[in-house]
C-alpha cells in the first residue's frame, strides 16, 4: 500500500532540501519569511457530514493549516480554500463556505483565493495556510539534540476519544467530542514558543504524538525516551477512557487530531521557560521525556524499559 | 443550485479586496511581490484514469496552475499538491506522483510541500503555485477600459475538440485530445505580456473564451464586442468540428481547458505589439474584438449585430 511517509522520501529524491517540516519555507528579501502549508480534507476518510456540522468542519479545516503555521513559529496571514462538493451536500457546502469565512475572520486571516468545483459524490477540500515569521525565529523539526527535553502543549487524546464516543454512538463526552470536531490551533503558543531560543524544534501533533515524535527522532537523528508516568490524564480522561474501553496511555501516545504542538528544549533552560509559558497561557507544558543519541522511541516507567507496541496512527492505514 | 460565481460573490463581502484574479497577490517588501494561485482537479469533473494516462494528468494538474501564475505576468517558482488517493488507483497515484515531479523539474518550479492521504473512492488533487513578479508588471483582470482590443493567444477551442472526441471514443484526433490531454501553460509569454505598459489587462482561458471574457468584462465594467469573423479557425480545426458534429465557433467560444490567454490592448499600441510578440514567440496573437462602454458581451459579423445564444462552461453544470 502507498504510504504517506515514502511517498514524501521519493519525493525529497527529487526536491532535496523543501520537503519535511509542517510548512515549507518560502525565501524572502528582508528580515521576515514567509511559511506556507497546505493540508487535504476528504468525506469518509477525515470527516462525516453525518456527525460534524459545517461550522465545526469549518473551524477544523482553518485550524489544522493554522496548527502547521504554529508549529513553525509564525503567525498565520492567508488562507486559500479549493473545495469539491457533490450535489447533495449543496446545502452543508453552503453553509460550510458562511462559516470558514467567519473562521478566517475569527482567527485574523484573510482568505485570499481557491476553487469551487462539483464533485461525483465526496466532498474533498484543501486549505493552503501562509503565515510570516523572522527567520531567527523559524523552528524545525530536524534541529534537536540528544539530551533535550521532550516536551509538548495541548491535550493528548481528547480529540481521539470524541472520535471513538462518535464512531460507537455514544452520547456524553461532549468536551471530547468538542475536541476532536473544533480543534484551535495554538496559534499564540506557537509564535511564542519560537521566540524563545530554548526551543531547539518543533511541529504539531497531528497524528498522535508516538508517530509525530517518531517523525521529530528521523528528522533530528535523535532517539526519545518517554517516561510514562509522566503522562498523567486527569481523573475525568482516564474513566472515559475506562467506560469506552480502551487504554489510556495507548490513547495519549497514538490518538491523531489534538494539534497541540511538540517541541524540544535544551534541559538547562525548561525550568524557567515552563515557568514564563504558565505565567503567559495559564496552563502547564508537559514535559514527557527526553533525546537519546540513537533512534526510534523507547519507553519507561519508574526506570524501567518497558515494551510498548502501539499501532501509529495513519491515514493510509484508516477505514 | 450552488454556482461557482455566486460562491465567490460570497466571499467577497468579507475579503473585498482580495479575490477575484487568477492568482491572489502576497504583499512583500521591496520591488517584487509573491502572487499564489489554488485549483482543484477531481475525478469524473476534471478528468477520467480511464483516458487520461498518470504522465499526462500530472502535466496538467501542474500547467492549470502555472497558467494562472503565467496570466499575472508572474514566474512560477514554487508548487504544492494535495492528494486524496483511493486503493484501486495506488499504481496510477504512484505513477502520477513520479510525474508531478518530474513535470515540476521540467517547468522550474521547485515542489516544495503538501499532503497525501487516502480517499474512499475517487482521486482528487489540489495545487498551489506561487510565482514572483515586479509589482510594476502585475496584470489584472480589473484594470481594462473600453476601446481596447481583445486578444488572445494559444488556440481556442482545441482542448473541447479533444474531449469531445474521448467521450465519443472516436479514433484518430490525437492533436485534440492532446491539447486536452497535455496543456502547456503560456508561461514565458505571460511573463513577456506582463512586461508590456500596452497590455491593460490580463487572465487566462480555462473555461473557455465566452466565460472568461465575460468574467474580465464584469470585473473592468466594460462591454465586449466580439467580431465572429475574427473567430478564424484551421481547414483542419473546421473539418474536425463538421465530423463530430459540432459548431466551430460555438466550440471555440466555450470551449474549456485551452490554457491560453486572454488579454486587453491600448489600441494604438496593438500593431507594435504584436508584431513583437511574433518576432519573439513565432505565432500570431488573435485580435478577436474591442471593448465598448457597457456590460456583457455582443457580438458582430462583417458589421451586422448577432444575436448568438451560447451555453457557458461550469464546472458545476457539467456531467
Redesign the interface.
Known amino acids: 500500500?502507498?504510504n504517506?511517509n515514502e511517498?514524501?522520501e521519493?519525493?525529497k529524491l527529487?526536491?532535496p532540501d523543501?520537503?519535511g517540516?509542517d510548512?515549507?519555507v518560502?525565501p524572502?528579501?528582508?528580515e521576515?519569511n514567509?511559511v506556507?502549508?497546505?493540508?487535504?480534507l476528504?468525506?469518509?476518510?477525515?470527516f462525516r457530514p453525518s456527525y460534524v456540522d459545517p461550522a465545526s468542519l469549518a473551524q477544523k479545516a482553518l485550524h489544522v493549516n493554522l496548527s502547521d503555521i504554529a508549529a513553525m513559529g509564525a503567525k498565520p496571514q492567508?488562507v486559500?480554500?479549493?473545495?469539491?462538493?457533490p450535489?447533495l451536500h449543496?446545502k452543508y457546502?453552503?453553509d460550510f463556505?458562511?462559516h470558514f469565512?467567519?473562521a478566517?475572520?475569527d482567527a485574523s486571516v484573510?482568505?485570499?483565493?481557491?476553487?469551487?468545483?462539483?464533485?461525483?459524490?465526496?466532498f474533498?477540500m484543501?486549505v493552503?495556510a501562509?503565515g510570516t515569521v523572522k527567520k531567527k525565529y523559524i523552528k524545525y523539526r530536524s534541529t534537536a539534540k540528544p539530551g533535550d527535553l521532550i516536551c509538548t502543549i495541548g491535550n493528548l487524546g481528547d480529540a481521539h476519544l470524541g472520535l471513538l464516543a462518535f464512531e460507537k454512538s455514544l452520547s456524553n463526552f461532549e468536551k471530547y467530542k468538542n475536541s476532536y470536531l473544533r480543534p484551535s490551533a495554538k496559534i499564540n503558543e506557537g509564535q511564542w514558543l519560537g521566540e524563545q531560543s530554548a526551543i531547539t524544534s518543533m511541529m504539531d501533533i497531528s497524528d498522535g504524538l508516538y508517530i509525530d515524535l517518531k517523525r521529530l527522532c528521523l528528522a533530528s537523528t535523535v532517539q526519545s525516551n518517554i517516561v510514562l508516568e509522566n503522562l498523567t490524564p486527569t481523573e475525568e480522561f482516564k474513566a472515559a477512557c475506562g467506560s469506552i474501553g480502551v487504554d489510556f496511555r495507548e490513547v495519549m501516545l497514538t490518538g491523531g487530531e489534538d494539534y497541540g504542538l511538540l517541541f524540544t528544549v535544551k534541559p538547562e533552560s525548561y525550568a524557567m521557560l515552563a515557568d514564563k509559558f504558565n505565567q503567559k497561557f495559564g496552563y502547564e507544558i508537559r514535559q514527557v521525556g527526553k533525546l537519546l543519541n540513537g533512534t526510534g522511541i523507547s519507553f519507561t516507567e519508574k526506570g524501567n524499559e518497558i515494551n510498548l507496541k502501539l499501532k501509529a496512527f495513519s491515514?493510509?492505514g484508516?477505514?
Chains 1, 2 share one sequence.
Request: a negative charge.
Open positions: 500500500m502507498l504517506e511517498v514524501i521519493n519525493l527529487s526536491f523543501y520537503i517540516d510548512a515549507a518560502i524572502q528579501q528582508g521576515m514567509y506556507i502549508s497546505k493540508d487535504v476528504t468525506e469518509d476518510i477525515h492567508f486559500l480554500l479549493g473545495i469539491s462538493i450535489n449543496e457546502a453552503s463556505l458562511s469565512s467567519k478566517c475572520l484573510v482568505l485570499i483565493g481557491g476553487d469551487t468545483t462539483k464533485s461525483p459524490d465526496k474533498f484543501s493552503t501562509i491515514h493510509f484508516e477505514l
